[in-house]
């Protein structure tokens, strides 16, 4: 009976500290850290530059008083179409009637000679641009053609045609050039040959009209109230909204550095449609000093943007509305990536945590293009492996982790 007590309290005994020892193992064991999981995979990539811009129309014509006068009242206002050779655009009577002495006229020949240099200019610059246009005509066919068979990719594909949108950019920018400069050969024109009639000339109190230049619509009054000007002095600005709209975006030099004509471009943040195709046209050659909103001196290139869709996709988009561009300066398919938000720097090189049978495994990684949500992978890494997001400092090589 003794003896049966005695082996009954041993087997209490031992069965307590089993389970001390089990309890002590439960709360001195590693806990498992929570954590957020990514996966290693493949797809698409770009990088992507965006910067707020405004819209332009890219050529505008200011009229101006062709003689001294007085200007009546100007009564048509920004935003009313105007139709060439027939609008209206303002009233003016002539202080003095309009014959030309010896010097006047001279000035006048010279107006003359050097508007009509600057129209043959504008033609020669448009042949250029007919030239370009059928090259990159020619190159998008041959690309096209050699597609067929597979031996170019799409990125070449896609810089041919975009190449030839440009090209097509270029030759209308060249020909709403000449048709400035012949603008100008007119006025030049007029003011030599005296287009006031002699009645007019006799009589400086009769009314001289001017016309619209160009079709489009009124942007800007430049002078409103009925007063006195002098000749060359600046009315009114006009433009063509709908058809010669363009995007101008001021970047960082360092940004403007990976920026080439032709390339796609998104306008978004416009107030319209979520997104409206466009493409790069020029990037300026010179920068250009300007103080931030934080006060820190920067310099700032210009870039200038050609829209590629339907006019009626942009429909209320007006001269000097503000737009956000997303300059797509690469991209590519099929690409191995990896989260950014798994990647931390170790040394001068990068590391990701994989996890692997529960734990947290760190190892090095060889990446490329890096565009703030993913990152190209070029070593260490296998499609499909799973990655710790946002990595703490409690995880360590090694250390157990559970999906948050």
Known sequence: ?????????????????????????????????????????????????????????????????????????????????????????????????????????????????????????AEAERDAAETARELAERSLTRVQRIARSGAVSKAEIDNAEAESRAAEARLATADASIAMRKASVERA????????????????????????????????????????????????????????????????????????????????????????????RRVSPAGVAKVSAMGVEEQRVEVVIDFTGAKEERAGLGHGYQVNARIVVWEADQVLRIPSAALFREGEAWAAFVVVDGRAVRRPV?????????AEVLGGLDAGDRVVLYPSNAIEDGTLVVPR
């Open 366 to 374: 060889d990446i490329g293009v890096n565009n703030g949500t993913f």
């Open 1 to 121: 009976m003794k003896q049966r007590r005695f082996k009954s309290r041993w087997l209490i005994l031992f069965l307590v500290v089993a389970v001390l020892l089990a309890a002590l193992w439960v709360l001195l064991r590693p806990q498992p850290q929570a954590a957020d999981i990514g996966t290693v995979d493949e797809g698409t990539m770009r990088l992507v530059i965006e910067n707020e811009g405004h819209t332009r129309v890219a050529h505008t014509y200011v009229v101006a008083a062709p003689v001294s006068g007085r200007l009546e009242r100007v009564t048509i206002q920004p935003g009313d179409p105007v139709i060439e050779g027939e609008t209206v655009l303002a009233r003016l009577r002539p202080a003095l009637p309009a014959v030309l002495d010896a010097r006047s006229r001279a000035q006048a020949v010279a107006a003359l000679e050097e508007a009509e240099a600057a129209l043959l200019a």
């Open 189 to 280: 024109r007029s003011q030599l040959d005296q287009r006031l009639s002699p009645a007019a000339a006799a009589d400086a109190s009769e009314e001289l009209q001017i016309l619209a230049p160009a079709n489009g619509s009124a942007l800007t009054l430049l002078a409103e109230s009925a007063t006195p000007i002098t000749a060359g002095t600046s009315i009114i600005e006009i433009g063509d909204v709908s058809g010669d709209l363009e995007v101008v975006c001021e970047l960082l030099s360092r940004d403007a550095v990976r920026v080439r004509p032709g390339q796609s471009v998104e306008i978004v943040d416009w107030g319209g449609k979520p997104m409206l195709p466009a493409t790069v």
